[in-house]
């Protein structure tokens, strides 16, 4: 599509829609995940993810708190016309939406192939009468085996508007590290299928304290997401995914978490440890990190601040960074239309990049504006939205 007169396409690669379809499989269950009514005007409350500050591991956490056990259910979570609104309020030209967590981590074995279809086709043809606008990470179905994830890999290869898929950091059960996953990994290399990394299970509940739950959900959304996905991509780059498959492409959440400011840590730890010596894998030509950031690591720009951004630019590279919102979470505690999470985001990327100062030239010597790439032109070029 053509963005508006005067300015550049604005892209949106961190945007989440839970299809009906999906609400309504959660309202079934009464274990996380799962939407219910929450007493006492009874609407319906979306829980999607362990509480990180009490032990209480079920629907029972509801009952007891005045707190709603997740997050009210309002139709920008599941209702395209809402994302839409959205869009237009903010000036977004382009979304690519992706079920929000926990994806279908979950599903039973026995169910996985029909609900991914299931979703990952409501999802596509909730885009398809806006194709110019809307594209998708579809979800894959990592509990029913090696065989059923490759058949939904190809079959997403052949949805209109399928660009990647989404996932979380729990891989089969065991990490993205688990060797296990190699196969799928080439599958989503071969088909040029992105993976959108995104956090959902935090840190260990101890790791808050005991007065954790005063302070709401600010350390596990701040920290604990971030650290998750820090420690899940780490692990997957020292099992050495990125040698077997070095065509993957993984488009990190937040900015990377905390990985673009780790990343020289990381490094020296690998340099001085024994048991990586041992092992024979100090080699000259052995692959760093900063390579990984730099070839296989794309970074969405849901990070708030300048300082964060700017990392995560100076890791990866200005044509590697992709603006995001995080739509619809962070909607703004006091029921306006405009969201924070639009304008500190985009912000940040003009605080980084001023009006009028050129951030880089391409191969050909052409000057590209950093605020356009990161603001939209990265996205439409890594994932063809045009
Ligand atoms: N952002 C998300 O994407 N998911 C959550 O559960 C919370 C914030
Ligand atoms: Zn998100």
Redesign the pocket.
């Known amino acids: 599509m053509a963005a508006r007169a005067g300015r550049k396409l604005v892209v949106d690669v961190?945007s989440?829609l839970y299809p009906t379809a999906y609400i309504d499989l959660l309202k079934k269950r009464t274990d996380i995940p799962y939407v219910r009514p929450f007493p006492p005007t009874n609407q319906l409350c979306l829980c999607?993810?362990p509480p990180q500050n009490t032990s209480k591991t079920s629907a029972d956490a509801a009952t007891t708190s005045k707190v709603p056990p997740?997050?009210i259910l309002h139709p920008h979570y599941y209702d395209v016309s809402e994302k839409l609104a959205f869009m237009d309020h903010h000036q977004i030209d382009i979304s690519v939406l992706s079920l929000?967590?926990p994806w279908l981590d979950f599903l039973p074995a026995e169910t996985a192939a029909s609900i991914a279809v299931e979703i990952n086709d409501a999802t596509n043809d909730i885009c398809l009468p806006h194709a110019d606008r809307l594209f998708f990470f579809g979800a894959l179905p990592l509990s029913g085996g090696e065989s059923i994830i490759l058949a939904e890999i190809a079959r997403l290869s052949t949805l209109e508007q399928a660009r990647g898929i989404v996932m979380g950091t729990g891989g089969l059960g065991d990490g993205l590290d688990d060797p296990q996953l190699i196969p799928i990994y080439r599958a989503l290399a071969d088909a040029h299928l992105p993976i959108f990394l995104?956090?959902?299970y935090g840190l260990p509940g101890p790791v808050w304290g005991s007065r954790g739950g005063d302070y709401g959900?600010i350390l596990p959304?701040s920290l604990g997401?971030t650290m998750e996905t820090t420690i899940a991509l780490t692990r997957l780059f020292l099992s050495g995914a990125f040698d077997a498959v070095p065509e993957l492409q993984i488009i990190v959440?937040h900015s990377g978490g905390c990985l673009p400011f780790l990343a020289g840590r990381v490094e020296a730890c690998i340099e001085h440890d024994k048991t990586w010596e041992a092992q024979g894998k100090l080699t000259s030509d052995r692959t760093t990190l900063w390579h990984a950031l730099r070839n296989n690591i794309y970074l969405d720009g849901v990070i708030f601040d300048k300082v964060g951004l700017r990392t995560a630019i100076e890791a990866s590279g200005v044509d590697r960074v992709m603006f995001g919102t995080?739509h619809p979470?962070?909607a703004p505690l006091d029921g306006g239309k405009t969201f924070p999470a639009m304008t500190l985001n985009r912000d940040a990327v003009r605080d980084v990049f001023p009006e009028g100062e050129d951030a880089t030239k391409d191969a050909d010597g052409n000057s590209n504006d950093g605020y356009d790439l990161v603001m939209g032109e990265n996205a439409v070029r890594v994932l063809k939205l045009r």
């Open positions: 961190h989440h999607n993810r997740g997050r929000g967590n995104h956090p959902n959900q959304l997401f959440a995080d979470f962070f």
